[in-house]
């Protein structure tokens, strides 16, 4: 019993020095720039946007740049929120929720519209069927969000912005207006029943899209900008309901398993562009300001690394059609998003 208790002493105080340590480094400043990715951005066809987008930022500040990977949303907020990276690229709601939970992270950037200015610095979030399936999500020759209960349902992560926030935001408005679904939250939305027979998250907007392309799910929500790389526009509009899309035949890694299938969009909604953030206590005031100046400057809205001419066939995060480039944003911008969960 006297050597459980001296032990036990022992393994208290060396819990309490390990705690002492780990809160010591928590928010310091050093000479390693931690970025995190979302799982869309992930992918290894986007290796060459996120290494030149580390160059710049090594440039910026002088010190190492490290890209950290993930499958999955929530590890990537957990990671900016509990001072393991200094910068991240999310989507709004990816955002808003790492600032509740830490106030030391702010945006840095986003990127623009065509017309170069935060007017138009918007993508599109989409709800898409089968091609061959359409005519069951019409009533009178029109799209109908009535149409969609009681199917299987891709969300992306309860955390994606397009793939989770916004399109919630839309089905609760409509089917809270009939008696039926009155009571309806958006906690119902996560899970079979009562809207949707079964609920799937896609992990990534990619993962959520082929939920729908491979069968596994009737309806799914993604949005524009992450499987542009990966499709092509075939009939109609692009980013208008009714618009038709292909998956090329050499689209890479997850849609090589399903080249050649078609979508068509339901429901389209205009998305507040996605943010880099970061996290002022790791990365310090300073540097903050020389990464935010060197992204907002027109060397690098005329670096063809970052915005990639759009008829160049390359894949990359961000394209060049017109002025593109990254504009500072302060916290307020995002507002409108945070008043779709008031």
């Known amino acids: ?5 001296i032990l036990l002493a022992m393994l208290a105080v060396f819990s309490v020095i390990l705690i002492a340590c780990s809160e010591s480094s928590a928010g310091e400043v050093d000479d390693v720039i931690n970025v995190v990715w979302y799982p869309n951005e992930s992918g290894e066809d986007l290796k060459s ?51 509740n939970q830490n106030e030391s992270i702010e945006p840095i950037v986003v990127p623009s519209g065509p017309s ?6 918007v993508y599109y979030s989409w709800l898409a069927v089968k091609v061959e ?16 209960a009681d199917k299987k349902f891709s969300f992306v992560s309860n955390s994606s912005t397009s793939g989770f926030k916004v399109p919630s935001s839309g089905i609760l408005a409509h089917f809270t207006e009939k008696e039926e679904y009155a009571d309806l939250t958006e906690e119902d939305l996560m899970e079979g029943g009562p809207l949707f027979s079964q609920v799937l998250f896609g992990n990534s907007h990619q993962g959520s899209a082929v939920n729908l392309l491979n069968g596994s799910a009737d309806i799914a929500a993604f949005c524009d ?22 998956v090329k035949d050499d689209a890479a890694e997850p849609f090589n398993t399903v080249a050649g299938s078609e979508f068509i969009l339901i429901s389209v909604t205009p998305v507040l562009n996605a943010p880099f953030v970061a996290n002022l206590d790791v990365l310090g005031q300073e540097d903050f300001d020389k990464i935010q100046e060197l992204l907002a400057s027109d060397d690098v809205a ?13 894949t990359a995060l961000f394209f060049k059609s017109d002025k593109e480039r990254f504009v500072p944003v302060e916290d307020a911008w995002f507002d409108p998003i945070r008043e779709l969960s008031n």
Do not use: W
């Open 225 to 246: 900008t992450c499987v542009e790389n990966y499709v092509e526009l075939v009939e109609g509009e692009e980013n208008r309901p009714g618009a038709i899309y292909r």
């Open 116 to 121: 170069g200015t935060l007017d138009d610095a």
């Open 49 to 99: 946007s996120r290494d030149e987008i580390g160059k710049l930022l090594s440039e910026a500040t002088g010190k190492e740049v490290e890209h950290h990977l993930t499958t999955d949303y929530a590890i990537a907020i957990e990671t900016i929120v509990n001072n393991n990276a200094d910068v991240a690229f999310m989507g709004a709601q990816g955002y808003i929720e790492a600032k």
């Open 302 to 314: 005329n670096n063809e690394g970052i915005f990639v001419p759009e008829d160049s066939g390359k």
């Open 133 to 148: 399936d359409q005519e069951n999500y019409k009533v009178d020759g029109e799209f109908s969000l009535d149409t969609i």
């Open 1 to 5: 019993m006297k050597k459980n208790l």
